[in-house]
């Protein structure tokens, strides 16, 4: 079984688009986490959700908008596309808090047109 | 100044070999740190967590210098399937911050 999942594995848009990657763990962990990793392999942390409250939200544009539902999901909305989102972007959650092991999930590669 | 800084590399070692990659931290505060790799097109996975008395997991060895503000990650006997980048994670800001550094690549050739 996946422990960390996410869906798509690619996503090729236009620019301007809306468009949602899903995210969901099965290890019964409370907190989950959103990464961007540009071309230069650059990891950044975007967002954590601690049981769905928001814990870390670092500088990104207002065009991206996490949801989660319940403390197994972490969506990631982004909103008019732009050509410098195209990155891949990992999932990831931990038991408690970001002190603990990070299990990663495969990661969405977007490419924006 | 980036907060968490390593050398991109690669480092080409032969199999055998023993190879140490350092990683810089500029938040003085920095409070915990871990080593991850990253396999070509896959997702990080944790290596090892860096305990501030240095620990050990088989042929791997990480080290903290707080005085001189880097981490550092030994791996002795190196494998053809030790190939891959190594990130280095600083937790700081009361563990309300995490950086990645941009990774090291380490190339095991036969």
């Known amino acids: 079984d996946t422990a960390v999942s996410q869906t798509p594995k690619y996503l090729v848009t236009q620019m301007g688009n809306d468009k949602s990657i899903k995210c969901e763990q099965n290890?019964?962990?409370?907190?989950m986490y959103w990464y961007k990793q540009d071309s230069k392999k650059f990891l950044k942390i975007m967002f954590s959700?601690?049981?769905?409250?928001?814990?870390i939200n670092e500088t990104v544009p207002n065009r991206f908008s996490p949801k989660s539902p319940d403390k197994a999901h972490l969506n990631l909305h982004i909103n008019s596309l732009e050509l410098g989102d195209s990155a891949v972007y990992f999932c990831?959650?931990?038991?408690?808090?970001?002190?603990?092991?990070?299990?990663f999930g495969p990661g969405t590669r977007l490419t924006v047109l | 100044r980036k907060e968490v800084e390593q050398d991109p590399g690669p480092f080409n070692v032969p199999e055998g070999a023993t190879v140490a990659f350092n990683c810089t931290y500029s938040n003085s505060a920095s409070q915990s740190f871990f080593w991850y790799r990253q396999d070509c097109r896959k997702e990080p996975k944790l290596l090892m967590s860096?305990?501030?008395s240095g620990n050990e997991d088989g042929r791997f060895t990480a080290q903290l210098n707080r005085a001189s503000q880097y981490i550092s990650l030994l791996i002795r006997d190196s494998k053809l399937s030790d190939s891959a980048t190594y990130l280095c994670v600083g937790l700081s800001g009361g563990y309300q911050k995490v950086t990645f550094g941009t990774g090291t690549k380490l190339q095991v050739i036969p």
């Open positions: 959700y601690n049981n769905k409250e928001l814990i």
């Open positions: 290890l019964g962990h409370d907190t």
């Open positions: 860096v305990y501030s």
């Open positions: 990831a959650s931990s038991q408690y808090d970001v002190t603990d092991t990070q299990y």
